[in-house]
C-alpha cells in the first residue's frame, strides 16, 4: 500500500512538473481565452481573440489571398479539417493562373487535397512562408500583421504562423495548447 503511495505521489509531482513547463515554455496570456458558440452547431469558435487588426494592402489581390490565409488558419486553431479544406481550395481558385504565386497555389492545392488534421498542418508550415513572402513584397497601407511561434509545435522544432491579432490562437495545437506561442515579427 505505501509502494503504491509512492508511486502516485511521483506521478503526480511529474505531472505538476510538465504543466509548469508547458506554461512556462508557452508564455501563457493570464487573460481569459475569448471564445463563441456557433448557433447553427452548437461548437465553439477557438480563433475569436478580443481585438483584430484590419489590415489593407496596397493590391486587392494580396488583401484577397491573406484573408483566404487567415480562414485556413481559423480552421486549424478550430481543427476542423473540412473547413480547412474548403479554405484551401478558394484560396487556390482566387490565385488562379498567376504565375508569382503558384508556389503558393501548390502547397494549398496539397492541402486541399489532405483530409488529415495533422497533415494540413504540416503543409500550413510552407503556406505560411509562400504568404509571408507575398506580405513581405506587398505595401501594407493600414493595420498589421503578426508573425507568431510556438516552440513547442513539430515536436520541439517550432512552427510560425501569420494572425491579425496580436492574441495568440495557435493552429498547430488547436484546443490542446490554444494561446501557446508569442509574438516574433509584426508587419506594418
Not at 9 to 34: A, F, H
Request: aromatic share 8%; glycine share 6%.
Amino acid at each position: 500500500m505505501q509502494r503504491n503511495l509512492n508511486i502516485l505521489n511521483v506521478r503526480y509531482g511529474l505531472l505538476l512538473v510538465i504543466v509548469t513547463l508547458i506554461s512556462i515554455s508557452c508564455n501563457q496570456d493570464k487573460k481569459p481565452v475569448t471564445v463563441t458558440q456557433n448557433e447553427l452547431d452548437g461548437s465553439v469558435d477557438l480563433n475569436i481573440t478580443n481585438e483584430v487588426s484590419e489590415v489593407k494592402f496596397s493590391d486587392g489581390k494580396s488583401l484577397e489571398i491573406y484573408g483566404l490565409y487567415l480562414n485556413i488558419k481559423a480552421a486549424l486553431v478550430n481543427s476542423n479539417s473540412e473547413g480547412v479544406q474548403v479554405e484551401a481550395k478558394k484560396l487556390e481558385a482566387a490565385i488562379g493562373m498567376l504565375e508569382e504565386y503558384k508556389s503558393l497555389k501548390a502547397t494549398s492545392k496539397l492541402i486541399s487535397l489532405t483530409k488529415d488534421v495533422k497533415e494540413q498542418r504540416n503543409f500550413f508550415v510552407s503556406l505560411t512562408n509562400e504568404t509571408e513572402k507575398l506580405i513581405r513584397g506587398t505595401k501594407i497601407t493600414s493595420g498589421a500583421v503578426y508573425k507568431q511561434f510556438c516552440p513547442m509545435a513539430f515536436d520541439g522544432e517550432g512552427g510560425y504562423w501569420l494572425s491579425d491579432s496580436e492574441e495568440i490562437r495557435n493552429p498547430f495545437f488547436g484546443d490542446k495548447m490554444l494561446v501557446c506561442g508569442s509574438v516574433k515579427d509584426v508587419f506594418k
